[in-house]
């Protein structure tokens, strides 16, 4: 009787054990499903996450992309200064729609770049000047902002690459005085005159890229060599030179704006240098010598060396037309009562600054004369 007893005992132990058993395994395969279950949750939610700070990281460089575009609203007077080369070296054939658009595209991301790099390595100046720019109102930080100028220098080469070697080799050059102007090591903006020489010749190699786009994309079979120049490259040129001398005004004017910043650093410009009433009197030969180069064109038309051809069939290689030498005279002689007015506040900086944008407007006039000049 014990010895059944006592085996029912060991039956209701074993019937235990063995549904102690099986509730641990349920147990354990419950817990293994919550633990994948949690582990799938937090891998999505990683996932989420990092595409979320990777939204938003793509939005903080927009939003400091646009803050630029609305800061450096100056930039488009290079690319307006490109659209108007790329027109006067389609002279002779229609205009490539795509290729100017290209080419007025980089050279827009080319200068915005150059000037965000110029940012930069200008911070603790621009505090002194107070300058209302990203890189000072703290809208953009400094790896934003090399990140932004190595994206718009890349994407405008890819833009020049299809348009030949000489355009490629315009845009790197330009891209290399641009790092070299703001560049610690080098710091060309310190260095008298190379401030604005350099500046200058930035200008005019983005005027000059516009001109040898349309021209290296263009067949010229039908023209001989003297016709190809003075239809073509003599209006580029031309243009070149004049968005290069006008920045002999534009750098000095901005230069008298920001004296207190540039002595406090120890840059040498113009008006640091020569003093301002010099430097007033640089910026006034300017005008002077683009009316000498304009006044220069009319000889083109009277000259019979431009024309090719029989005596029965001859034909002009350029046309100048007398409006457009009347719009330049006009600019030139707006450009010169603006400085003479300018001489006469050069100690107050908000009222030299808030002249550069008619400045930039007069300029803009020039260029335009040029197309009613050669078209």
Not at 18 to 33: G, L, M, P, R, T
Not at 238 to 256: E, Q, R, S, V
């Amino acid at each position: 009787m014990q010895y059944l007893h006592f085996r029912q005992e060991i039956s209701k132990n074993g019937e235990k054990l063995a549904k102690s058993s099986e509730d641990a395994i349920a147990e354990q395969v419950c817990s293994n499903k919550r633990a994948k279950t949690n582990s799938k949750i937090r891998s999505d939610k990683l996932q989420l996450d990092n595409r979320t700070s990777n939204s938003d990281t793509l939005i903080q460089y927009l939003r400091a992309f646009i803050y630029y575009v609305k800061a450096r609203s100056n930039v488009y007077i290079f690319a307006f200064a490109t659209l108007v080369s790329s027109i006067l070296g389609s002279h002779i054939t229609t205009i490539d729609y795509r290729i100017s658009i290209q080419v007025v595209i980089a050279s827009y991301f080319m200068a915005l770049a150059t000037y965000i790099y110029n940012d930069i390595a200008d911070m603790e100046v621009d505090k002194i000047n107070k300058t209302n720019r990203p890189s000072v109102t703290g809208k953009s930080t400094r790896k934003q902002l090399i990140i932004i100028v190595s994206i718009l220098n890349g994407t405008a080469l890819l833009l020049v690459s299809s348009m030949g070697l000489y355009t490629i080799c315009i845009s790197v050059l330009f891209i290399t005085l641009g790092i070299a102007y703001s560049h610690p090591k080098l710091n060309l903006k310190h260095k008298f005159p190379l401030k604005t020489v350099v500046t200058a010749a930035g200008a005019g190699l983005l005027s000059l890229l516009g001109g040898v786009a349309a021209i290296t994309t263009t067949t010229y079979a039908n023209y001989d060599n003297n016709t190809f120049f003075f239809s073509s490259l003599l209006p580029i040129i031309y243009a070149a030179l004049f968005f290069f001398a006008f920045f002999f005004i534009l750098g000095p004017l901005g230069d008298i704006g920001d004296l207190k910043g540039d002595r406090a650093v120890g840059r040498r410009t113009f008006p640091i240098v020569l003093g301002i009433r010099s430097t007033i009197l640089v910026m006034l030969s300017i005008p002077i010598m683009i009316l000498v180069m304009t006044l220069s064109l009319t000889y083109y038309p009277y000259n019979d060396d431009l024309s090719v051809g029989s005596n029965t069939n001859s034909h002009r290689i350029i046309f100048i037309n007398p409006s457009g030498i009347y719009l330049i005279i006009s600019s030139c002689i707006a450009t010169l009562v603006f400085i003479l007015r300018i001489s006469k506040k050069t100690d107050d900086a908000l009222a030299i600054k808030s002249v550069r944008p008619k400045m930039r407007f007069l300029h803009i006039l020039l260029q335009i004369s040029l197309v009613v000049i050669f078209l």
